[in-house]
Each structure stands twice: as structure tokens, then as C-alpha cells.
């Protein structure tokens, strides 16, 4: 009877161990503990926060920069196509953009 105990004791045990590594390994992965301890300092959490916006800000403007540029490329080939309708209407856009410039 004792030797039942002992056997289920270990085995409780054993499982209970496996649970708290699956849960460590988890909270490691998801870098909960991290994030508590970030929630927990507001002026880590501002400085963060703001140098997130800046970067995003940034990398916004950069490709919308490219973006328009390779237009720019694109409608001043179509331009030279000649095509009558469409390359009047680009030409004129390109100018403006030029002008603006």
C-alpha cells in the first residue's frame, strides 16, 4: 500500500514538473515577463513608445517617397509612348509635379 503512494506521489510530481516547463517555456516564448516589467516602468514604456512612432513615421515617408518616384518613372515612359488620350493627361501631371519641384 505504501508503495502505491509513493508511486502516485512520483508521478503527481513528474507531471507537475512537466507543466511548470511547458509554462516557463511559454512565458519565455510570448516574452511575458518582459512585457510586466516594461508595463511597470512608464518612462522605458514613453522612450519606447516614442521611438517606435518616430521610426514608423520615418519608414512611412521614405516609401511613399520611393512609391511616388517609381511613378514619376512609370508615367514619364508612358509619356514617351505617345499614346494621344492618356499621354496628354500624364504629360500634363508630370509637368505640374515638375513645376512644383
Do not use: C, H, W
Not at 8 to 37: C, G, M, Q, R, Y
Not at 40 to 64: D, P, T
Not at 80 to 95: F, Q
Request: hydrophobic share 50%; aromatic share 4%.
Amino acid at each position: 500500500m505504501f508503495k502505491f503512494k509513493k508511486e502516485k506521489k512520483e508521478k503527481v510530481e513528474k507531471d507537475l514538473l512537466e507543466s511548470v516547463d511547458k509554462l516557463n517555456f511559454t512565458l519565455s516564448k510570448n516574452n511575458i515577463l518582459e512585457l510586466a516589467e516594461l508595463l511597470g516602468n512608464k518612462k522605458q514604456l514613453l522612450i519606447r513608445n516614442l521611438m517606435a512612432g518616430m521610426a514608423k513615421g520615418i519608414g512611412i515617408g521614405i516609401g511613399f517617397t520611393v512609391l511616388t518616384a517609381i511613378l514619376l518613372i512609370i508615367l514619364q515612359k508612358i509619356v514617351t509612348l505617345n499614346i494621344p488620350v492618356i499621354g496628354d493627361y500624364i504629360a500634363d501631371i508630370v509637368e505640374i509635379v515638375q513645376n512644383s519641384k
